[in-house]
T-cell receptor, first 122, second 113 residues
Framework: EPEVTQTPSHQVTQMGQEVILRCVPI?????FYWYRQILGQKVEFLVS????????KSEIFDDQFSVERPDGSNFTLKIRSTKLEDSAMYFC????????????????????FGQGTRLTVV | GDSVTQMEGPVTLSEEAFLTINCTYT??????LFWYVQYPGEGLQLLLK?????DKGSNKGFEATYRKETTSFHLEKGSVQVSDSAVYFC????????????FGKGTKLSVKP
């Protein structure tokens, strides 16, 4: 069964360092997402990506964050200068289709999540 | 904006007890509703979903019915097992957006033998 894979499973980094979290979405999926879950809190949407550009982002996704699909298979999340409060579980997800803006009836489809990368900033 | 509210945990039950985890939502348009489960040390897995009013999603003995009149999607299971111990997240996806999921805070369920 196809699955979303994320690497590494756990990353420890020093405050101020850059980190890149990697994801391999399911191969025929077109929409890609990053979510994060700070310990004990809810899962929060960060960004969605389609057709090689960001389609939607939350307030959390500020200039410290960027996403890229460098080679047609990987989907990466970069945090330029990590802060202590960036410590969280980061989940990548992909879906075959996304919502259809403005139609009122979305082409909703299932998002498949990876196992997550636990980022610890020290 | 759109939001999901689910009952606070943790919930502790004995094996074979009846489970209800309440979830209500606020959304414009016609959202799809989901329950995700996160087992200890693992990622999020889709448990069940419903895409329109009065639909019932079901999987692994769990059920939830999309109630538009009460804007609810409560999760139920008639007889829980120790292996059901996990965190359960209610979520919605609104077709008016690009499709990102909006999650509730999660409810931790512990089932004792």
């Amino acid at each position: 069964e196809p699955e979303v894979t994320q690497t590494p499973s756990h990353q420890v980094t020093q405050m101020g360092q850059e980190v890149i979290l990697r994801c391999v979405p399911i191969s025929n999926h077109l929409y890609f997402y990053w979510y994060r879950q700070i310990l004990g809190q809810k899962v929060e949407f960060l960004v969605s990506f389609y057709n090689n550009e960001i389609s939607e982002k939350s307030e959390i996704f500020d200039d410290q964050f960027s996403v890229e699909r460098p080679d047609g298979s990987n989907f990466t999340l970069k945090i330029r200068s990590t802060k202590l409060e960036d410590s969280a579980m980061y989940f990548c997800a992909s879906s075959r289709r996304g919502g259809a803006s403005g139609t009122g009836k979305g082409l909703n489809t299932e998002a498949f999540f990876g196992q997550g990368t636990r980022l610890t900033v020290v | 904006g759109d939001s999901v509210t689910q009952m606070e945990g943790p919930v502790t039950l004995s094996e074979e007890a009846f489970l209800t985890i309440n979830c209500t939502y606020t959304a414009t348009g016609y959202p799809s509703l989901f329950w995700y489960v996160q087992y200890p040390g693992e990622g999020l897995q889709l448990l069940l979903k419903a895409t329109k009013a009065d639909d019932k999603g079901s999987n692994k003995g769990f059920e939830a019915t999309y109630r538009k009149e009460t804007t609810s999607f409560h999760l139920e299971k008639g007889s829980v097992q120790v292996s059901d111990s996990a965190v359960y997240f209610c979520a919605l996806r609104n077709g008016g957006s690009q499709g990102n999921l909006i999650f509730g805070k999660g409810t931790k369920l512990s089932v004792k033998p």
